[in-house]
């Protein structure tokens, strides 16, 4: 039989209820499964118990055992509640604080963007090298989160005979055979880092840049991106 549709929306929302965190439910879970355990042992002692009471009923006891009633909630006992107390505790010393909870790793091997006008016209290109970014978070709250850039490059497409064909340039080539190594391995580097005590170290890094103005690039650039108002029609349109 299908579900209703308020069953529906209630299991969507525990479904979405990130409240409470995996290893509480794995501690619950836990908690459940030595107290189903213990339950089941006090019933198995119950029914041998029960036994041994038909037995001597056989042999004259006036006390009758009414195989219908309903069996007596289960109820543990003080060492037996502790017991339960130990598995929760054991939980958590078996969660480590060097237990992952985030490993996430994003890597981008090249960008490049090239801008050309409506009549066809290149204006620039933009083109990065390899972008990474990694999220490591543990259980004891500490994370380390990295970002780099290993080039940015940014060519004028518009000046003729330029001394400059690139007005945004790194000081810096990765995949360069001469780079020492003692050289940045990135043209940009961050980095966030942050301890189980609530420390955090905090790493930026940049080469030197050049960049120049190149005033024919700037006007053909405010023109590909301006707005022309059509004063009959009361309308903007965006001319690229």
């Given at each position: 039989e299908p579900l209703a549709e308020d069953e529906v929306i209630e299991l969507t929302k525990i479904d979405k209820d990130k409240s409470i965190s995996i290893v509480g439910i794995m501690t619950w879970r836990d908690i459940a499964d030595a107290q189903f355990e213990l339950e089941k042992k006090t019933r198995e002692q119950r029914e041998k118990n029960a036994a041994v009471s038909s037995i001597f009923s056989f042999f004259g006891s006036s006390k009758k055992v009414d195989p219908t009633a309903d069996d007596p909630p289960i109820t543990l006992t003080e060492e037996e509640t502790k017991e339960l107390e130990a598995v929760s505790l054991g939980r958590a010393d078996d969660v480590?604080?060097?237990?992952?909870?985030?490993?996430a790793k994003f890597t981008l091997e090249s960008f490049v963007v090239d801008l050309i006008n409506s009549s066809a016209k290149p204006l620039l290109k933009f083109q990065m090298g390899t972008v990474a970014a990694s999220l490591l978070a543990k259980n004891d709250g500490s994370f380390t989160?990295?970002?780099?850039?290993?080039?940015m490059q940014v060519d004028d497409l518009v000046t003729e005979n330029t001394v400059f064909p690139s007005i945004i340039s790194s000081f810096h080539q990765s995949s360069s055979s001469t780079v020492s190594l003692s050289s940045p391995q990135h043209a940009f580097e961050f980095r966030l880092k942050k301890s189980k005590d609530g420390d955090q170290d905090v790493l930026l890094k940049m080469v030197a840049f050049e960049v120049v103005?190149?005033?024919?690039?700037?006007?053909?650039?405010?023109?590909?991106?301006?707005?022309?108002?059509?004063i009959t029609k009361k309308n903007k349109r965006y001319i690229f």
């Open positions: 480590s604080t060097d237990t992952l909870l985030y490993d989160f990295n970002y780099t850039l290993s080039r103005a190149s005033p024919l690039l700037l006007s053909d650039m405010k023109s590909f991106f301006i707005i022309e108002e059509d």
